[in-house]
């Protein structure tokens, strides 16, 4: 997610910012485009980048509930995940798999950007404690604290926090049926050669950002 102090790059897709207002732009696959972070610079080299990461095994098997649900005739988790079965091999060309290879895209961003100008929100707490991290958000956009505790709310039905009362909308709201689906088993032993798989790149990207995501 990337916000956008002056004009976004998209000139005659977005409005001029004026004093006082802050533009933000939100697209998940900058993160990981190798063309992003020039072109972001060479529109603004004050940009702030706002990156939300959650446990990368549990990203791999969303993104594929997520395609599953599409194409439901898609091949199995592990079918996709592995080059070779009998040496666990993973295929690192699988999106879902190279996605999130956090530390390694982050390199790319960071041959333009200083970390000061990135703020890492954890996918997991933005679930237990959603009003915690939007604070750490408006203070890195040197926002007044707006968002607090008392927006959100615990949607038992849905298992995840909502939004007591949106702006302009007195009804509470939760997110699309596509956000907090149930994800298809996946044999343990698959999740745990997966998560050997990204361990050094998690402690990589750890030691890149200065924040322990608690994954392992
Ligand atoms: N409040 C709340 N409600 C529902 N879902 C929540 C919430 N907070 C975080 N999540 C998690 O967001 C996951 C989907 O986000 P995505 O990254 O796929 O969104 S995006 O399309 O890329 O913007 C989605 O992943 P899945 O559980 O795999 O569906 C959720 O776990």
Known sequence: ME???QRCCRKNLMPRTLDGQITMEKTPSYFITREAPSRVFSMSRSTKLIVVVRDPVTRAVSDYTQTLTKNPGLPSFQNLAFKNSTTGLIDTSWSAVRIG????????????????????????????DPAGEMGRVQDFLGLKRVVTNKHFYFNQTKGFPCLKKPEGSSRPRCLGKSKGRPHPHIPAEVLHRLRDFYRPFNMKFYQMTGQ?????
Do not use: M
């Open 3 to 5: 916000c956008f102090r």
């Open 101 to 128: 290879i956090y530390a390694k895209h982050l390199e790319n961003w960071l041959r333009y950007f200083p970390l000061t100008q990135f703020l890492f929100v954890s996918g997991e707490k933005l679930v237990t």
């Open 212 to 216: 322990d995501f608690g994954w392992d």
